[in-house]
């Protein structure tokens, strides 16, 4: 069983620019979150895709988009880079059945610097 | 205030030692309850996992929930130097909704 894969792992951008950071799901698993991690702090839920389609978002602005494509795999894209936005970003995916809470495993994350 | 809190430490023990870990919640609304451990530089991986109040015991990880006073803690016995990392409390209110709710983080240490 593969796990949760990110690229690239370490990215360094300038403010203004734009990214795009990708996500490969566990096999079996429909769902993707996204999620931003200041360094010190805490994972903070951006958004999340089930099926395709944005299952929730957090407090984060338009400037921050997704995507979520058949075969599960999905995309972050932020644009108009700001220094704060500077973080570790983690996809996790999990498989809700029922409508019960599933647990959400954790890809290693891609490190963004903004300069 | 922030939904979930956690001290953050950074917390020194011998190893052997017993280690426990802490979170509080103001959302009477979270019903699943998790413990995540993360390696420098590493994505969090999941360590127990809880719906509603009551114990789980998984080897030497113990995790505890007391929704009426929204806390939950995590025991660690015969702490390891391989247990030095940052543990992570996150919560949910399940459902349609899977949004995770993080704790800050406590840094541990297991000293040889």
């Known amino acids: 069983e593969t796990g949760v894969t990110q690229s690239p792992t370490h990215l360094i951008k300038t403010r203004g620019q734009q990214v795009t950071l990708r996500c490969s799901s566990q096999?079996?698993?429909?769902?993707v979150s996204w999620y931003q991690q200041a360094l010190g702090q805490g994972p903070q839920f951006i958004f999340q895709y089930y099926r395709e389609e944005e299952n929730g978002r957090g407090n984060f602005p338009p400037r921050f988009s997704g995507l979520q494509f058949p075969n599960y795999s999905s995309e972050l894209n932020v644009n108009a880079l700001e220094l704060d936005d500077s973080a570790l970003y983690l996809c996790a995916s999990s498989a809700p059945s029922g409508g019960l809470q599933e647990t959400q495993y954790f890809g290693p994350g891609t490190r963004l610097l903004v300069l | 205030q922030k939904e979930v809190e956690q001290d953050p430490g950074p917390l020194s023990v011998p190893e052997g030692a017993i280690v426990s870990l802490n979170c509080t919640y103001s959302n009477s609304a979270f019903q699943y309850f998790m413990w995540y451990r993360q390696y420098s530089r590493k994505g969090p991986e999941l360590l127990m996992y809880?719906?509603?109040?009551g114990n789980k015991e998984d080897g030497r990880f113990t995790a505890q929930v007391d929704k009426s006073s929204k806390y939950i803690s995590l025991f660690i016995r015969d702490s390891q130097p391989s247990d030095s990392a940052t543990y992570l409390c996150?919560?949910?209110?399940?459902?349609?909704?899977?949004?995770?709710?993080f704790g800050k983080g406590t840094l541990l240490t297991v000293n040889p």
């Open positions: 809880t719906y509603s109040s």
């Open positions: 996150a919560m949910s209110r399940g459902g349609s909704n899977y949004k995770l709710t």
């Open positions: 096999s079996g698993h429909n769902t």
